[in-house]
């Protein structure tokens, strides 16, 4: 079943190629499919997951290359659950945001339906090498995705997406490559590496050496400070459904990625860095957090505060403690959800008008009451406003983190005072106040097509807000367990 | 049966083909056109699945002919299959390029055939001068096919390049081998490797080494002995480019293969080294001078030395996983640098020009074309699940394991070098808007070639078992 997260997307994009361009329909129906079916999986699998028994479930392997010990295996433990659960709903609400999609657009969902097997594929491999494989095979579908269908300035920002991307990558492979070597066990199974390297750890000096090529590699794709800048030209230039996925999911594999490869299988290596790691995560979020104060573009204010929070999730990944990784995987969950429903919304506002600036808008709450209530909901989201998951998911990282970095984590709780200022600045701005430009055309979000994706993205936000155990049930004993503490 | 009768008999096949050829070109031969039969395109074609097939009944079987300078064991045979599974790909290309108007095809495929009959023997060679005399067969008919757009000044120009530079490396070949005959007296491998293994600190005997190992470094495009590729690749005919980056730098690696595990075994630790510097070299050159260009035919020119380069550092690797990494990695460049001739030969001839500018808008022009290029050009920077990844995850897994953990990193740094270039192309044909909307008129067959093409690039990328087995086996003799 966890084989078909992946292949059903793949599968679907195959069966798209033998549409004939001139039935949309048809085209649309399809892509839907392919994101809806591993979008019901993904909800089977997250009520049938035994909670008590915790560990990785659903687990299948096939040999693959077996001279150099590659399987194609797959399991789920509460975290890449969590993170599938989440690239679900964001993958099936982005599916409605492509079919929106007027210009050439069986190439686009063809390019959609592979970036979301592929992201399925990252969250549910168990072997290093297949994880690298889905990891890269994303770039295949972004460079023209973005550089095609995007907005102003979207070659640059394509190219330095991809690029920026695939440096981190190869610094990865090349540590991937190197721990694969140095553990002798030949295999690059993940859990048997754990079991390896938690029995009979690596040198000290070697995991020192090692651990900044997968914390950099994997540290890219999370936008950690400074080799974020990509984050927010290639938002602003993406096309709407590019950036929900790509700042409510992609850039959450590279924390997933730190925390899987680097935290369990180096953990002494990241111990040593932990502090560089903190501080960086500290200037990021209030490097960030300042620069979407100044910024005027909507796009690339939401592109800074996701680079803003993802400082958040670092940090909590740095402090290497249950609560704070706790925190950190249910603030992936939560920033995703919520980064993907902003994008929706200005994908909603900037397809009708083609602005985007802060000032270009104002008293939308009357004019499209709909669309405004979920961009205030999910800025109070960001905000982490009690009610919505952030704001459990936060707390947790700042309990967490307090005592091995009491400074940043002070900086930090000033960083979201920097987020209410320029949220509520926004929020102000677009919904409230005299009704600015001549918008008479701009039409709210009516219909179920074009309220679904949002209610969806909203609800799971509203509904883990309210009911945190559910998640929070899943991630705390896998952090536990990757943490090698018994919960 | 006769032993040379037994081992040679793809090459027996390919001889009684040829002989064919020069039966008809002689018969017609003061025609200006093809001659009306059929056959000029179909004997060869007909003449390459029966090679296959013989091939296949030899694969396996070790035997010697002519006394022991020819062999047919499973590398040989290897590298034979991968040579005629090319040429299945190539033949199509040959055919489009050479349209009634230019020269004749007929000719032109007489050339290739030699070349490819030289490929043959050189890959079974035993001994040193049949090795130089099979190698020259190879670079002559190079030198006839890299010039054969005779009105097309760029191709004359890259024709004579050629021939300058490539006589150098045989006569640095030459003098290489007559040192060796002068320090051990016999040509024979065996002999050579006797004695090379006896005092591999000879001086004669190293100096001729390193005059060979040039020699080859021009075959394969290695740094510094590269200055040929771009003008050539930019002056030959697009298939006649892919011939040269497919055959003759696969057959330049399968020879530095058999030299470097059975003659020269003893070069230790000097063919770590030297191969070391030579792949960094040759990574740093290729990948960055193809940066700045705008020529695509040239840009492939600049490429094919960086892919060059990750051959080297498999060679510089332990033999077992490095050679079996090189020819892994032989294959997925082979496929998908195919596939991006191939839709560069029918591109240049419909847009008349091979500036990457002119390649503006293929997408909506050709979707199928612009496709096929937008994998082969991934794949060639080794993004996965496509071929080139594969092949150069084994190669750096087998630099890892020997140590070479600096060569490594730059390797995989390259990748992020090679995308920028390779992605500015793409970005050419699918964002750029294109100055003429009429199609780019592709046949039934052509679309038949890229799918195969296409599905070779995502097999030999994805499901890796079978051509791992394969590389494996492919060097599994040469220890």
């Known amino acids: 079943m966890v084989y078909a997260l992946t292949w059903i997307p793949f599968f679907t994009a195959l069966t798209l190629l033998f549409v004939p361009e001139n039935r949309p329909n048809r085209l649309k129906g399809l892509a839907l499919l392919g994101a809806g079916l591993p979008f019901i999986i993904c909800l089977i699998l997250f009520f049938s997951f035994d909670r008590a028994a915790g560990g990785y479930q659903f687990r299948s392997s096939l040999p693959w290359i077996p001279s150099l010990g590659i399987s194609y295996s797959v399991g789920l433990d509460g975290i890449s659950l969590t993170l599938c659960l989440l690239h679900a709903l964001v993958s099936f609400a982005g599916a409605f945001m492509s079919c929106r999609t007027s210009d050439r657009t069986k190439p686009y969902l063809f390019f959609y339906l592979i970036l979301t097997g592929a992201i399925y594929g990252v969250f549910s491999c168990l072997d290093l090498f297949f994880l690298y494989l889905f990891y890269e095979t994303t770039l295949i579908p972004l460079y023209p995705m973005i550089a095609v269908w995007g907005s102003r300035n979207k070659e640059y920002g394509a190219m330095k997406l991809t690029l920026f991307i695939t440096a981190g990558a190869v610094m990865a492979l090349f540590g991937i490559i190197m721990l694969y070597h140095t553990a002798q066990l030949q295999s690059f199974d993940l859990i048997a590496l754990t079991e390896k390297l938690r029995s009979t750890p690596l040198n000290k000096n070697f995991q020192v050496w090692l651990a900044p090529f997968i914390l950099i590699g994997f540290g890219v794709i999370a936008s950690l400070w400074p080799v974020h800048s990509w984050s927010p030209i290639g938002y602003a230039a993406a096309p709407t459904s590019v950036s929900m996925l790509h700042a409510g999911v992609l850039k959450k594999m590279g924390p997933y990625l730190i925390l899987r490869i680097a935290v369990a299988l180096l953990p002494q290596g990241v111990q040593h860095w932990s502090h560089v ?102 800025s109070f989201a960001s905000l982490g406003l009690p009610g919505f998951s952030n704001f459990v998911a936060e707390l947790m990282i700042f309990v967490g983190s307090w005592r091995s970095f009491p400074v940043i984590v002070g900086l930090a709780v000033f960083g979201i005072l920097i987020t209410a200022l320029y949220l509520l600045r926004t929020v102000q701005h677009v919904c409230y106040g005299p009704l600015r430009g001549s918008w008479t055309e701009l039409k709210d979000a009516s219909g179920f097509f074009q309220k679904f994706p949002l209610v969806l993205l909203l609800g799971a936000l509203m509904i883990f807000g309210f009911w945190p155990r559910g998640l929070l049930s899943l991630i705390q004993p896998a952090v536990a367990s990757s943490l090698g503490v018994v919960p | ?172 070949m030459i003098f290489g081998i007559s040192l060796l005959y002068a320090a051990t007296g016999s040509t024979a491998f065996e002999a050579v490797r006797v004695a090379f293994t006896a005092d591999p600190q000879n001086t004669l005997m190293l100096i001729g080494l390193l005059l060979i190992l040039s020699a080859l470094g021009f075959k394969i495009a290695a740094v510094p002995f590269h200055l040929w590729a771009p003008d050539v690749y930019q002056g030959a005919p697009p298939p006649v480019a892919a011939f040269l980056a497919v055959g003759s730098k696969a057959a330049g690696i399968m020879v530095l293969i058999n030299l470097l595990s059975d003659v020269f075994g003893a070069f ?91 390649f503006r808008g293929l997408a909506s022009r050709s979707p199928w074309l612009a496709g096929a290029m937008f994998m082969a050009l991934l794949s060639l920077a080794g993004v996965p699940p496509l071929a080139g ?37 793409v970005r050419v044909m699918y964002v750029d808007e294109s100055i003429k909307e009429s199609p780019v008129p592709i046949t039934l067959s052509d679309k038949v070639i890229l799918t195969v093409l296409m599905a070779g690039m995502i097999l030999i990328g994805f499901y890796q078992s079978p051509f791992l087995q394969i590389s494996l086996r492919a060097v599994s003799a040469a220890k």
């Open chain 1, 277 to 378: 790691l903190a501080v960086l995560s500290g200037i990021g979020i209030l490097y960030a957090g300042y620069a979407a104060v100044r910024q005027t573009d909507l796009k690339f204010m939401i592109g800074f505060s996701s680079v803003s929070h993802m400082g958040y999730i670092l940090l909590g990944i740095a402090a290497m403690t249950p609560v704070s990784l706790a925190g950190a995987v249910s603030l992936m969950f939560s920033h995703g959800v919520m980064a993907a429903a902003t994008f929706a919304v200005i994908g909603f506002f900037y397809e009708q008008t083609h602005k985007r600036g802060v000032l270009d808008f104002g008293g939308m709450g009357k004019k499209v009451p709909f669309l405004a209530t979920c961009f205030i909901m999910a």
């Open chain 2, 268 to 358: 230790e630790p000097g063919r770590k080294m030297l191969f070391s510097v030579l792949a960094f070299m040759t990574i740093l050159y290729g990948n960055l001078g193809a940066l700045v260009q705008t020529n695509i035919r040239r840009l492939f020119g600049y490429s094919s030395i960086g892919h060059a380069g990750y051959l080297l550092i498999a060679l510089a690797a332990n033999p077992q996983d490095g050679y079996a990494a090189a020819f892994y990695y032989l294959m997925a460049y082979a496929v998908s640098t195919l596939t991006a001739f191939y839709v560069i030969n029918i591109t240049v001839q419909a847009v008349g020009s091979s500036a990457i500018a002119d």
């Open chain 2, 1 to 172: 049966m006769m032993p040379e009768l037994k081992a040679m008999l793809p090459e027996w096949i390919g001889l009684a083909v040829l002989c064919w050829m020069f039966t008809v070109e002689l018969l017609h031969g003061d025609a200006p056109r093809d001659p009306k039969t059929k056959g000029v395109y179909r004997v060869p074609v007909g003449g390459l699945a029966v090679i296959v097939l013989s091939l296949l009944f030899v694969c396996g079987k070790k035997a010697a002919a002519f006394g022991g300078i020819f062999q047919s064991d499973m590398p040989a045979v290897s590298m034979k299959l991968f040579f005629s599974a090319a040429a299945f790909f190539l033949l199509p290309m040959f055919r489009k390029y050479f349209t009634d108007a230019g020269p004749r095809l007929s000719e032109f495929l007489l050339v290739f055939w030699i070349c490819f009959l030289g490929m043959f023997f050189l890959v079974s060679s035993r001994d040193f001068l049949l090795l130089f005399i099979s190698l020259e067969i190879v670079t002559l008919s190079f030198y006839i096919m890299t010039s054969y757009a005779k009105k097309d000044t760029e191709s004359i120009e890259a024709g004579l390049k050629y021939l300058i530079l490539g006589s150098l490396a045989s006569a640095f």
């Open chain 2, 389 to 425: 990844f594969a092949g150069k995850f084994f190669v750096l897994l087998a630099a890892v394991k020997a140590g070479l953990t600096a060569l490594a990193l730059t390797g995989a740094l390259a990748v992020a070098v090679s995308l920028f270039y390779y992605l500015n192309v």
